[in-house]
């Protein structure tokens, strides 16, 4: 009773606050409203509220100060010890119209569902809930049930952010989601994934997903695949029906290989691809010899923008880097930028660096990350015309914790 007492005025005082153009603090109001019901317990006194009727008649008739509040206490003490008699024949009807009346501005707000609904479905679903159960469960069970609804709309839309993919508006160094533009600019073989919100425990799954529904491909089953296939080489090349060429290895067997479906260990599959036996490295875009599979694909970089991230948890921190594991062991490089400080030393702390997941992934802007790509992979970028130098600054994340700033001149499209 005391929240929903400390709710019920502190929500009034934001109402009028907003009309009458001033600030209130919510910790001072809840250091009041604690020290006045310790003060009154100890004269076996009402617990302090906020009256909503009472309220809304002492703000008509333009009451400001404690002073107004003082004076209508005295008015109804009189009338209730001298011509209470007086009023006790009239119908509650009539008492509620007196209510009423004054709380005519905030009844009215129900004008406001539409233009909310067109706005904010998920807070136009409070307001009407919240709305509804006090008038069907009274004051007190209306603010629970309304703040029950508003922590279940937080916690949906922390659990199922809305993930973007994003692209460069052509001539700017601005990246926003490509659905929402058409003069683009998509580096070949480059994806920018944005995630606009914390991760923990209860949307890391759902990141994941996400993130393989945006690279078109599970990075886990092409690694998976990628070792199978490494497995099949060998063996043919132990039985000779495989031989290495300059361009690539020959399969001399009459019939194709099948594998059995129980000589692979799951867990075998999982670790890094070892070419350290074979004579040759495998091109994985190429075809392969014998009736082996394995999914192409036409990415070699991917940046994912922590700009929104505020925080990360043990739970969330071991699902991405076991996220980008897979993605760095199938030969994919990940960069992440514009992440919070608090979670750099976060991930330090917590060892999750090591030799395939290095502190230089990280960027302090998206721009950055894209030039150090196109340095790296000048084939990214499509049109072959219309280049111009520019000198930007590059910015880097060191092992040491030290940034380093240097001036390049990358080639990017000119408008």
Same mark, same amino acid.
């Given at each position: 009773?005391?929240?929903?007492?400390?709710?019920?005025?502190?929500?009034?005082?934001?109402?009028?606050?907003?009309?009458?153009?001033?600030?209130?603090?919510?910790?001072?109001?809840?250091?009041?409203?604690?020290?006045?019901?310790?003060?009154?317990?100890?004269?076996?006194?009402?617990?302090?509220?906020?009256?909503?009727?009472?309220?809304?008649?002492?703000?008509?008739?333009?009451?400001?100060?404690?002073?107004?509040?003082?004076?209508?206490?005295?008015?109804?003490?009189?009338?209730?010890?001298?011509?209470?008699?007086?009023?006790?024949?009239?119908?509650?009807?009539?008492?509620?119209?007196?209510?009423?009346?004054?709380?005519?501005?905030?009844?009215?707000?129900?004008?406001?569902?539409?233009?909310?609904?067109?706005?904010?479905?998920?807070?136009?679903?409070?307001?009407?809930?919240?709305?509804?159960?006090?008038?069907?469960?009274?004051?007190?069970?209306?603010?629970?049930?309304? /703040?029950?609804?508003? +922590?279940?709309?937080?916690? &949906? *839309?922390?659990?199922?952010? !809305?993930?973007?993919? %994003?692209?460069? @508006?052509?001539?700017?160094?601005?990246?926003?989601?490509?659905?929402?533009?058409?003069?683009?600019?998509?580096?070949?073989?480059?994806?920018?994934?944005?995630?606009?919100?914390?991760?923990?425990?209860?949307?890391?799954?759902?990141?994941?997903?996400? /993130?393989?529904?945006? +690279?078109?491909?599970?990075? &886990? *089953?092409?690694?998976?695949? !990628?070792?199978?296939? %490494?497995?099949? @080489?060998?063996?043919?090349?132990?039985?000779?029906?495989?031989?290495?060429?300059?361009?690539?290895?020959?399969?001399?067997?009459?019939?194709?290989?099948?594998?059995?479906?129980?000589?692979?260990?799951?867990?075998?599959?999982?670790?890094?691809?070892?070419?350290?036996?074979?004579?040759?490295?495998?091109?994985?875009?190429?075809?392969?010899?014998?009736?082996?599979?394995?999914?192409? @694909?036409?990415?070699?970089?991917?940046?994912?923008?922590?700009?929104?991230?505020?925080?990360?948890?043990?739970?969330?921190?071991?699902?991405?880097?076991?996220?980008?594991?897979?993605?760095?062991?199938?030969?994919?490089?990940?960069?992440?930028?514009?992440?919070?400080?608090?979670?750099?030393?976060?991930?330090?702390?917590?060892?999750?660096?090591?030799?395939?997941?290095?502190?230089? @992934?990280?960027?302090?802007?998206?721009?950055?990350?894209?030039?150090?790509?196109?340095?790296?992979?000048?084939?990214?970028?499509?049109?072959?015309?219309?280049?111009?130098?520019?000198?930007?600054?590059?910015?880097?994340?060191?092992?040491?914790?030290?940034?380093?700033?240097?001036?390049?001149?990358?080639?990017?499209?000119?408008?």
């Amino acid at each position: 009773m005391a929240i929903v007492g400390f709710a019920v005025a502190f929500s009034v005082a934001k109402v009028y606050s907003v009309k009458h153009d001033y600030t209130i603090d919510g910790n001072q109001e809840l250091i009041a409203f604690g020290v006045s019901n310790i003060f009154g317990a100890s004269f076996k006194s009402f617990a302090a509220s906020t009256a909503l009727s009472r309220s809304a008649v002492q703000e008509s008739t333009g009451g400001k100060t404690q002073v107004a509040g003082l004076l209508s206490a005295i008015i109804v003490m009189v009338v209730t010890l001298a011509i209470g008699f007086l009023l006790e024949p009239l119908p509650k009807s009539v008492l509620g119209a007196v209510v009423i009346v004054n709380l005519k501005g905030m009844l009215m707000q129900v004008r406001e569902v539409p233009y909310l609904w067109r706005r904010d479905k998920p807070d136009c679903v409070v307001w009407i809930g919240t709305c509804l159960a006090s008038i069907f469960l009274g004051l007190d069970l209306g603010l629970a049930v309304g /703040l029950g609804i508003e +922590l279940i709309s937080v916690v &949906l *839309r922390a659990q199922f952010p !809305r993930c973007s993919v %994003l692209a460069n @508006i052509q001539g700017t160094d601005i990246y926003k989601d490509r659905k929402d533009y058409l003069s683009i600019f998509e580096p070949e073989g480059v994806k920018i994934f944005r995630i606009p919100s914390p991760l923990f425990f209860a949307n890391i799954d759902f990141f994941r997903n996400k /993130l393989v529904e945006a +690279l078109g491909f599970n990075p &886990l *089953r092409v690694l998976r695949k !990628r070792n199978k296939a %490494l497995r099949m @080489i060998r063996r043919l090349l132990k039985r000779g029906e495989l031989h290495c060429t300059p361009k690539g290895y020959l399969n001399t067997a009459c019939e194709p290989y099948k594998e059995l479906e129980d000589e692979d260990s799951t867990e075998d599959l999982d670790l890094p691809t070892d070419f350290r036996d074979l004579p040759i490295q495998v091109d994985w875009n190429a075809d392969l010899p014998a009736n082996i599979s394995v999914p192409q @694909i036409d990415l070699h970089s991917l940046v994912l923008d922590f700009s929104a991230v505020s925080f990360l948890d043990i739970s969330a921190l071991k699902g991405l880097k076991t996220t980008l594991k897979e993605l760095v062991r199938i030969e994919v490089e990940v960069y992440i930028v514009a992440c919070d400080q608090y979670i750099l030393e976060k991930l330090h702390s917590c060892c999750f660096f090591d030799d395939e997941v290095q502190p230089s @992934i990280f960027f302090l802007t998206l721009h950055d990350a894209i030039l150090h790509i196109l340095e790296r992979h000048p084939e990214a970028i499509q049109t072959k015309t219309h280049f111009s130098k520019i000198v930007t600054t590059a910015t880097v994340h060191h092992t040491n914790n030290s940034i380093r700033s240097r001036d390049r001149n990358v080639s990017v499209l000119a408008v």
